[in-house]
């Protein structure tokens, strides 16, 4: 057979020299390894796979290899790089060339050689990711080439100890390490650097395996970090030398426990602040580092012994806990033991060892710092300030009890069945915290969850919050899940009241009762004041809201039992509400709003149980509020209300949208499904009283059965009507745009407000008075309804997210902006030349396939990799824009590559594609030609007759298919070298790529036969099978420099056969004209 001499068989798709612009993906798969590997800048070396495991050994001391898909390894990977003399240990350079970054979450195993890792766009080594070598690396500043030559050409293995990349501090991605480093040396640069993992010394000789992946617990020699930014876990850390370059900003973390524990020192660990290489900034100017006691010190809380050292600290101020950190992070979630009948307010880490874990227990020791739950859950909760082994009962209680200028965010807190238990006047009890303080700065709460509460119960209580006075913000905050809120002077759903504070983006879901004995009551707040606000809430199954004990000041509503001084509520939507009754004011929304105003707009309550006033007193009751005064409400609208109604004796205001109100703007409000408005005293469809109001484009639509109802007011008037139900006799209000629907011949009983009603059946009369429309068909009616109503606004409502444990930390998800020093233009274009200027060629038969010819500056194994970089660069997503933006040389070899692809796959193969597949038809029925004369031979041979004129036919066909094949041959030949290689230099450039033509068949000489007796001869049985002897073939290739050459000759008669007297032989046109034996046969 034929031997190609070195050549490199590629796919179809390689005809383009590996360009395809493919989308990269951003996902990290178990098995993953770097990819596209090529040692460069004059060093050499082996990259071998085998399944998940990648080996790599350098030839020399010094290695520098471009990685062209980037380089990670996934958790079930793992990357050896090894020395090829094991006594020799050597440098590896790494350059992770994309726009990813370089994610280590399986294991990085060096051994005693050292390991440096280049990649701009981040380095990050996860829980699961170990690494494992003498000294390791790892920079998000790009090297130039000049650099990369200085690290190839270094002398020894020493020098790699010394080796240190730049930092640029102004375009760099993060370094993150949450797992393992065990190194003698480590240095990382980045412009955030994160430690929350372990440094370690190197492992120890005999350690491999799952071992490899623990920290080593050997001490390491010196830890550098160099960045713009960085954090470091001092507990994780362990070290005999540790600096720090951070050029705006430092910090610490330390377990509380730890601190508690070692007396407030950071014990063990000290640390230099030094400058790194002269940082200098974009405009040259030289930047300063951050000095030791302008270090930030975060506590790291990672179990419930943190938690109670966190709660001793803070409360009791040991060691200056309050003054020391300025921020507390949960760093997993905490189990405290509920289900085992441990109490949070009396907790005990050992028989002698007990504490509350409520942090900030009042005024004097308020909680005031940053709270991150980084995502994580604080679980398996019961608070029992009841029980006796409390012996001093708070004031203030819930996870934290008392908060003043603090932050909370990004925490789950699940109490899986516990609850919150507490006794005593004023006592401030929240599911989350007491009360928050706004002196001296508002608190904040954002990206919060609670839930599976069974009981909260105390004197002003909410699901969430029991007070907030002088401000404080709430945002993007979940409750799910409490069977009952009960307080004996407020309760509400979210906080009991609230003097100041911004509530949004908040979600109340599936509780079971809110109550109160007295005070107020509402499905969210019970007591809103001082220009609170509310915006983008929503709350969805409540089974009850009530007033207990029915005194005479009792507020309830579905969202807010009372309001005062200009209060804001503005897109919220309440959903599935079940009964909401029992006070003196009481409405589906709101009890009672007083005379300093507030601002409704853009609210909907939908599917609402019975709302309802008590029995013996004054109420005012409605859908929508009890009592307003003074204030603008629009878009509203309420949607299915089973009942409305006032109790019975006494003076009642009862509403479908109001019982009482003064001096309020009513605008674009809809009503309808509500079954039965009924009251003691006045009773309309839209309000019980009215008095100097503005009603401005209100639609209501009654169903066939529904019922408006009252008593006379006792002077003989009637007190119930379709619009209001009493007005005075020099009544201001005004009535515009306002239309009733219901059925013709119902509600005949509510005529009070038919002094401004116009009646027109089936008609839109718009006259700025109460407009009346009967319907006989309830489809019809409420169609005309809709058609109205459905031009009011309504809330848009966008349910908070739930705190979510990020996989990685904040620093690991920054984006980094390539320029074009990131992207190493002088490698790229000496890999892209590797391959351009390489001696190719491409088979006429087999566009799809490419051979290299080696020249003496590139070497088979250098163009392999160099394929397999660019492979692997281009994958990923946006490199060929931003070659296009910062080197248009590059793009342009590129296209170039793109060009010739298109010109190979489509002009050369539609114009020769018929003549290839004519030419290989004709060669089959030559080769099968060739067989039966070779049969008639080897009968001759044998001395036995055959068919002379079968015989000499068999030759003459062979000789016209000859003459066919080397017609084709021919043509192809006229094409290549008339056309196709010069528009291939022309057009493309490529002066040593050539179109080979690669057709041939096998010749044979055939000589003038014997004279032979006409007697025709049966193939005897064991030859039937026609096989034939001959395999010489000729090859017609016109490969350039003999790029390829036929370098076996396969003989098809033996040397000593050919010598035999008498015997018809069968000749190659290799073999030299005048062979004894053709010149004897004839």
Not at 255 to 263: D, I, K, L, V
Not at 375 to 382: F, Q, V, W
Not at 484 to 499: L, Q
Not at 947 to 966: C, G, M, R, W
Request: charged content about 20%; overall charge negative.
């Amino acid at each position: 057979m034929k031997k190609l001499t070195r050549h490199i068989m590629l796919s179809g798709i390689t005809v383009s020299l590996l360009f395809s612009p493919l989308m990269a993906t951003t996902n990290i798969k178990p098995n993953q390894l770097p990819s596209g590997g090529k040692f460069t800048h004059g060093t050499s070396g082996s990259i071998n796979t085998s399944g998940n495991t990648m080996t790599i050994t350098g030839d020399k001391t010094n290695s520098v290899i471009q990685w062209g898909g980037g380089f990670s390894i996934g958790k079930d990977a793992q990357v050896n790089f090894i020395n090829k003399d094991p006594q020799k240990p050597q440098n590896y350079l790494n350059i992770a060339h994309g726009t990813s970054k370089s994610i280590i979450e399986g294991v990085l195993n060096a051994n005693n050689n050292n390991v440096f890792l280049i990649n701009p766009n981040g380095v990050i080594i996860t829980k699961t990711g170990t690494i494992n070598a003498n000294r390791f690396v790892a920079s998000t500043t790009s090297m130039s080439d000049a650099d990369m030559d200085k690290f190839a050409n270094m002398k020894t293995f020493n020098d790699g100890l010394s080796f240190s990349p730049v930092f640029k501090p102004s375009k760099t991605g993060n370094v993150v390490n949450m797992g393992n480093i065990n190194a003698n040396d480590v240095l990382l640069i980045g412009n955030k650097v994160d430690i929350k993992g372990n440094i370690n010394g190197m492992h120890n000789d005999n350690v491999n395996g799952d071992a490899l992946k623990n920290p080593s617990g050997n001490t390491a020699n010196k830890v550098h970090l160099v960045g713009n930014d960085v954090l470091i876990n001092i507990d994780s850390v362990k070290a005999k030398s540790i600096i720090v370059s951070a050029y705006k900003s430092g910090a610490l973390e330390q377990s509380t426990s730890s601190f508690y524990e070692n007396g407030g020192k950071i014990n063990g660990f000290t640390f230099q602040t030094q400058d790194y290489d002269n940082v200098q900034d974009e405009h040259g100017n030289k930047l300063e580092i951050t000095t030791n006691n302008k270090f930030k010190k975060y506590a790291t809380i990672a179990s419930d012994v943190d938690w109670f050292y966190f709660a001793k600290g803070w409360n009791e101020n040991e060691h200056g806990m309050r003054d020391f950190f300025d921020t507390y992070k949960l760093v997993d979630d905490i189990d405290f033991g509920a289900s085992e009948g441990k109490n949070y307010a009396h907790y005990c880490i050992s028989d002698n060892e007990c504490t509350s874990m409520i942090v900030g227990t009042g005024y004097n020791n308020a909680f005031n710092k940053t709270f991150d739950g980084q995502g994580y859950t604080l679980k398996n909760i019961n608070i029992d300030t009841t029980d006796t082994k409390v012996t001093t009962k708070p004031q203030y209680v819930g996870i934290f009890g008392y908060a003043n200028k603090a932050t909370f965010k990004n925490i789950n807190v699940d109490y899986m069945g516990g609850g919150i238990k507490a006794n005593g006047n004023r006592v401030y009890v929240g599911g989350f915290i007491g009360e928050s303080n706004g002196y001296g700065g508002d608190s904040t709460f954002t990206n919060i969850s609670l839930s599976n509460i069974d009981n909260i119960s105390g004197s002003q209580v909410g699901g969430f919050i029991g007070d907030t006075s002088n401000g404080a913000t709430f945002s993007n905050i979940s409750l799910n899940g409490i069977k009952n809120i009960k307080g004996s002077y407020y309760a509400g759903g979210f906080i009991g009241d609230s003097y100041g504070g911004t509530f949004s983006n908040i979600s109340l879901k599936n509780i079971t009762s809110i109550s109160s004995s007295k005070g107020s009551v509402g499905g969210f707040i019970a007591y809103a004041d001082v220009s609170s606000k509310f915006d983008n809430i929503i709350l969805d199954d409540i089974d009850k809201i009530e007033i207990i004990y029915k005194n005479s000041t009792s507020y309830v509503g579905g969202f807010a039992g009372y309001s005062d001084n200009g209060v804001k509520f503005t897109n919220i939507s309440l959903n599935n509400l079940g009964n909401i009754s029992g006070g003196r004011y009481v409405g589906g929304f709101i009890g009672h709003n007083n005379q300093k105003g507030g601002t409704f707009t853009n609210i909907s309550l939908n599917n609402i149980g019975d709302i309802g006033g008590r029995d013996g007193y004054d109420s005012d009751v409605g859908g929508f509020a009890g009592y307003l005064e003074n204030g603008d409400v629009s878009n509203i609208s309420l949607n299915g209300i089973n009942s409305i109604s006032g109790g019975n004796n006494g003076s009642k205001n009862v509403g479908g949208f109001i019982g009482n109100a003064g001096n309020v703007t009513f605008t674009n409000i809809s009503l309808s499904g509500i079954n039965s408005i009924s009251g003691y005293s006045y009773t309309g469809g839209f309000i019980g009283q009215d008095s100097r109001n503005k009603f401005n484009n209100i639609y209501i639509y009654f169903d066939e059965d529904a019922k408006i109802t009252g008593k006379n007011n006792g002077n003989g008037q009637n007190g119930t009507g379709k619009f209001y139900g009493w007005v005075s006799s020099n009544n201001k209000s005004t009535y515009n745009d306002i239309h009733i629907y219901y059925k013709d011949g119902t509600l005949s009983n509510a005529t009070a407000s038919s002094k401004y009603e116009n009646k027109n059946k089936n008609n839109s009369k718009t006259n700025g008075e109460i407009n009346l429309h009967t319907y006989d068909n309830k489809t019809d009616g409420y169609n005309q309804f809709l058609e109205k109503a459905n031009t009011i606004g309504k809330p848009i409502v966008a349910l908070p997210s739930k705190p979510e444990q990020p996989d990685v930390s904040e620093s690991v998800s920054s984006d980094v902006k390539l320029d074009k020093d990131d992207l190493n233009i002088p490698v790229l274009d000496d890999i892209l030349n590797d391959i351009l200027n390489g001696e190719y060629s491409v088979s006429i038969d087999d566009l799809g396939n490419i051979k290299f010819t080696p020249t003496d500056k590139i070497t088979l194994d250098s163009v392999k990799q160099s394929l397999d970089f660019l492979n692997e660069f281009f994958k990923q997503e946006g490199m060929e824009e931003l070659l296009s933006k910062f080197e248009s040389d590059l793009k342009n070899k590129y296209d170039k590559a793109l060009a010739l692809k298109d010109y190979l796959q489509t002009t050369i193969k539609s114009e020769t594609q018929g003549i290839v597949n004519e030419f290989n038809a004709i060669k089959q029925a030559y080769e099968e030609e060739l067989k039966k004369y070779n049969y008639y031979v080897n009968l001759l041979n044998e001395g036995k007759s055959i068919d002379n004129f079968d015989f000499t036919e068999s030759a003459k066909k062979i000789k016209e298919y000859k003459n066919q094949l080397d017609g084709y041959i021919s043509d192809i030949n006229d094409k290549i070298a008339t056309k196709y290689n010069q528009e291939i230099k022309e057009q493309f450039k490529y002066t040593d790529f050539t179109i080979k033509n690669d057709l041939f068949y096998s010749n044979m000489q055939i000589p003038n036969q014997p004279s032979l007796p006409d007697v025709a001869i049966q193939p005897d049985n064991d030859n039937s099978d026609l096989t034939l002897s001959f395999e010489q073939t000729s090859s017609f290739n016109l490969k350039g420099d003999e790029a390829i050459k036929e370098e076996e000759q396969v003989e098809v008669v033996e040397e000593t056969s050919l010598t035999q007297k008498g015997k018809i032989c069968i000749v190659s046109d290799n073999y030299k004209t005048m062979n004894s034996c053709l010149v004897s046969g004839m």
